[in-house]
């Protein structure tokens, strides 16, 4: 009878120790999540065309054309976190739908302007 009860009792003892001795190791899915713009550096500009006179402008972002904005359109653009000249000259006329402007675009949130000109 002690033989089977120190035998119990040793089986325990390295079950508890194997137990309690192996640590668990961080899964990909206790891992936080980080999202893009927090990895990036990066924030979201909204543009929208807004012209009272019918009017199509070309986004100009720090001197780089990115396209054409329609009569009530609206585009995003991801931007790096900081300050950033924007221009809206008249896609298809000459002069500028609105003034130049720098708005500052912050880590992960969304600045939204639009134009009227």
């Known amino acids: 009878m002690k033989r089977i009860l120190g035998f119990a009792f040793l089986v325990l003892l390295v079950l508890g120790t194997t137990f309690f001795s192996c640590k668990m190791l961080p899964t990909e899915a206790d891992q936080p999540t980080i999202p893009d713009c ?9 543009l929208e065309n807004r012209s009272s006179r019918g009017l199509d402008y070309n986004v100009l972002i720090d001197g780089i054309n990115y396209g054409r904005l329609k009569v009530g359109e609206k585009k995003s653009y991801t931007l790096a976190i900081g300050a950033h ?12 739908g609105c003034s130049v402007s720098v708005p500052t675009i912050l880590e992960c949130q969304t600045t939204s302007l639009y134009c009227t000109g």
Request: zero cysteines.
């Open 38 to 46: 927090q990895k990036n550096h990066t924030g979201t500009l909204q």
């Open 85 to 96: 000249v924007l221009e809206w000259p008249y896609a298809d006329h000459a002069g500028d």
